[in-house]
């Protein structure tokens, strides 16, 4: 008799960024390029460096470069969510924020607030 199966919850995504010594060839990952977050796959490593093809336009064209998994150049997991946006409510601010992957609005409204770009409203005394 065989002992019974049971169903094992898949690891959670990383919710911090990757290195090339943490990919492997055809992981999913998410990259910032011309300014938005695409979703890609690794097709080659370096020591450092992650050569990435991702999706450039609505259209489905891809490109593929090297991207250095640094602060810079950031790489996260594919499994994570799709990167949020949140507009500031301030009326003097009214700033446009997109947050990176897995972040959620809660985060990126306190980054947000904490950052020098966040016009603070003057307090009416």
Do not use: K, N
């Not at 919850?9 to 992981?27: H, I, K, N, S």
């Amino acid at each position: 008799m065989t002992a019974p199966r049971t169903a094992v919850a898949a690891p959670e995504p990383p919710d911090r960024p990757l290195t090339a010594a943490t990919l492997t060839v055809g992981d999913p990952v998410w990259v910032y390029a011309f300014g938005r977050w695409r979703r890609g796959e690794v097709t080659r490593l370096a020591q450092v460096r992650a050569r990435i093809r991702y999706v450039s336009d609505r259209h489905g064209s891809e490109r593929e470069r090297w991207f250095s998994c640094s602060p810079d150049e950031p790489v996260y997991h594919g499994g994570l969510p799709e990167p949020l946006t949140w507009r500031c409510p301030s009326a003097r601010c009214r700033l446009v924020c997109t947050g990176r992957p897995g972040q959620t609005a809660a985060q990126i409204r306190a980054a947000h607030e904490q950052s020098p770009h966040h016009h603070r409203e003057l307090d009416p005394r």
